[in-house]
C-alpha cells in the first residue's frame, strides 16, 4: 500500500514547493519521496511513489490533483470517439518519468529492500477516466458499461493492454514486484465484477513478462476470493474487512495473502496497535505466504510515531508464526 | 430502501418549495412524498420519508442538510462532555413528527400496502455524529473510538436505547415493520464490528416491543453473515456485492433476505433490468423468505421509467420462484 505521503513531515516538506503531479513527473522528487517510508518507518519493501492515473494522462487525458478533492480530469470520456482519440501511440514513452524514478528508486535504495510498481486494473482506472473524478455511487462509468457495453469493453481492453506494456517497462526498470489495485472492485455485483474487472485483469497476470518477479492483485472489498485464486499471479491483498485466515481456508493456500490491518488502528494507542497486529497474525496462522501489511493506504493525518511501532510491531510478533518461511 | 427522492418529478415540485429537514418535519409533507412511489412506481411496501440524523438532532445537534454535500453537523461530538450533554430528556416528544407522519402516511396508504420504518444503527448514527458528515476514511470516529472507548461505548449504549424507544414509537404509531441501517458496517474489522456496531444492534433487537412487527436488519458491505444470522430478527437486508443465493446457503435459511439489485442497474438498458432480476431470483432460488429489493437507496438521476419497469419485472418474473411462499 502506499507509504508515502503527507503524513510524513518530511514529504510534506518537499510537496510544500513542488505539486502532486510535478513530484510524480520528476524521477528525483519521486525515488526521494520513495525512500523516506524506508528509513523513517523502516518497511521490508519499498512502494514507488507514483499515481494510478499517470496512464490516462499519458493518453492526452489533462489531470488535476487537487489535494483536498482527489484527482480530476476535466474533460472525462462519454463517448466512443474520445476512446478512439486517446493518444495509444507513443504513451510508454510518455511515461519513461516512471521508469526513470523506477532506477533512481533502485540506487538509492542499494539492494536495502526490494522495490514495488503499481497500477490500477483497467475497471479502477475506466471509473475514474469516465466519471472524471471520484464518485459516491458510481452511476456515470456504471450506465455507461451498461448503455455502450461496446465502446466500454473497447475502453477496458486498449487500458488492460496498456497495463502490461506498463507494468512489463516497470519490471524491466528495475521493479522487483507489481501490483495491481482494483479499488473499485466492490461496486460491481458478482457477474459484473467478472465481466468488467476481472476478466481483464486475467489477462493482464497472463500476459505479463515477470522475469520471476511476483505479482500482487489487490481487489478492495470482494466478498468472495474464490476466482481471485485462480489467477496467474502470487499474492492477493486483502483489506480489513475480512479475517485473513478465512480468506486464507477460502482460497485453499492457492496465494499468498497481503494485509489486512485496518489503516485507522494506526490512530489507535500503542496498546490495540499490538493486539490488531497480534490478532492478524494469529488470525493467518504459522506457516509462509502472509505479506503484512495494511489493509489500504496509509492516510494523512497517521502519526508517524504510531507507525514505527506498528513496524516495530509486525517485526517482533511475526517470529513465531512466520517462523517456517524463513527456514 | 429509500423510495421517495429526487429521481421523482413529483417529489422535486415540492422539494423545491421546502428546504429537506422542513420536509422531514411536516407530517402532511413526509407522508406526501412517502405515499408518491407507492402511486407512481407501484412498490409492494412504503417506506416512511425521514432522515437517520433526527434521532441526534432531537438530542440539540444543530443539523444542516445540503444537498450537494449531504448532512452536515456543525459541533461534531469530540468529548465525553458533550455525550452527557446531549439533550435525552424528552427526545422522544420531540421526534412526535415523526409518529404524526406515520398516522397520516397509514391514512393515505388506506391499507394498500404495508409501511416501514426505520431507524439508523447505534453505530452508523454515532459516526456521523462525531465526524460531523460523511467521511472517506472515518479515521475521526475510529480514533475516538479506539482511544476513548469508555465515552464511545456510553455514546452507543445512549443511542442504542434510542433506538429501541424511537422505533418502539413508530410501531405503535403504525409502522408495519421497521428496519435498522448500518450503512457504515463495513469499514470497520471484524472484531470492531462485533464490539462497536453488532453487540448494539443485537440489545436493540432484543428489547424491542414488536407487537408482531417483522425487523429487519442491514449492515451494508458485511462480508460474513453468520452473526447476523444470530439476531433476534426476522430479515437481513444484502447489498449487491453477493450472490444472495451465497448468503442463503451461509445462514442456513434462519431469515429472510432483503435484496439486491444495484440501484445503478436502473441506469441500462430495459433487457439488462430483467437479465439482473431475473439472475438475482434465480441465485435466491424457490420458497419463502425473499424481499426483492434494491441493494441500497435510489440515486437522484435514476430514470423512473426504468424503475416502473424493475418493479414489474420483480412482479412478474418472481412468480415461479415464489410460488411456495404464496401458498
Request: aromatic share 8%.
Amino acid at each position: 500500500m502506499r507509504q508515502a505521503g503527507r503524513y510524513l513531515p518530511e514529504y510534506r516538506a518537499i510537496r510544500a514547493q513542488h505539486d502532486f503531479m510535478t513530484m510524480c513527473k520528476t524521477p528525483e522528487l519521486s525515488s526521494e519521496v520513495t525512500v523516506q517510508p524506508i528509513d523513517i518507518i523502516k518497511t521490508d519493501a519499498a512502494i514507488l511513489f507514483s499515481d494510478i492515473l499517470v496512464i490516462p494522462e499519458a493518453m492526452g487525458m489533462h489531470l488535476d490533483v487537487i489535494e483536498s478533492k482527489g484527482p480530476v480530469f476535466d474533460v472525462p470520456i462519454r463517448s466512443v470517439e474520445q476512446i478512439e482519440n486517446l493518444q495509444l501511440e507513443g504513451f510508454i514513452e510518455r511515461l519513461d518519468y516512471v521508469m526513470q524514478a523506477v532506477k533512481m528508486t533502485k540506487e538509492k535504495l542499494n539492494n536495502r529492500v526490494p522495490l514495488i510498481g503499481f497500477s490500477g486494473s483497467p475497471w479502477t482506472l475506466a471509473a475514474y477516466m469516465v466519471e472524471g473524478k471520484g464518485s459516491k455511487n458510481f452511476d456515470i462509468i456504471k450506465g455507461f458499461v451498461y448503455n455502450e457495453p461496446a465502446a466500454a469493453h473497447k475502453l477496458l481492453q486498449i487500458l488492460a493492454d496498456s497495463v502490461v506494456e506498463y507494468l512489463n517497462a516497470k519490471i524491466r526498470a528495475g521493479c522487483d514486484a507489481v501490483q495491481i489495485f482494483d479499488t473499485w472492485a466492490s461496486i460491481l455485483s458478482p457477474p459484473d465484477f467478472e465481466e468488467y474487472s476481472l476478466q481483464y485483469i486475467r489477462y493482464i497476470c497472463e500476459n505479463l513478462e515477470t522475469n520471476g518477479a511476483p505479482v500482487i492483485v489487490f481487489a478492495k472489498g470482494v466478498s468472495s476470493y474464490k476466482n481471485l485464486a485462480e489467477l496467474k499471479c502470487d499474492v492477493l491483498g486483502v483489506d480489513w474487512s475480512r479475517n485473513i485466515g478465512d480468506v486464507r481456508t477460502e482460497i485453499g493456500g492457492a496465494k499468498g495473502l497481503q494485509g489486512n490491518l485496518d489503516p485507522t488502528i494506526l490512530f489507535a494507542p500503542k496498546e490495540k496497535i499490538r493486539a490488531e497486529t497480534e490478532r492478524i497474525l494469529r488470525s493467518y496462522g504459522t506457516g509462509a505466504g502472509h505479506v503484512f501489511n495494511l489493509g489500504h493506504g496509509i492516510t494523512p493525518q497517521t502519526p508517524v510515531e504510531n507507525t514505527q511501532y506498528f513496524v516495530e510491531c509486525v517485526k517482533e510478533l511475526s517470529k513465531q508464526y512466520h517462523a517456517e518461511a524463513e527456514d
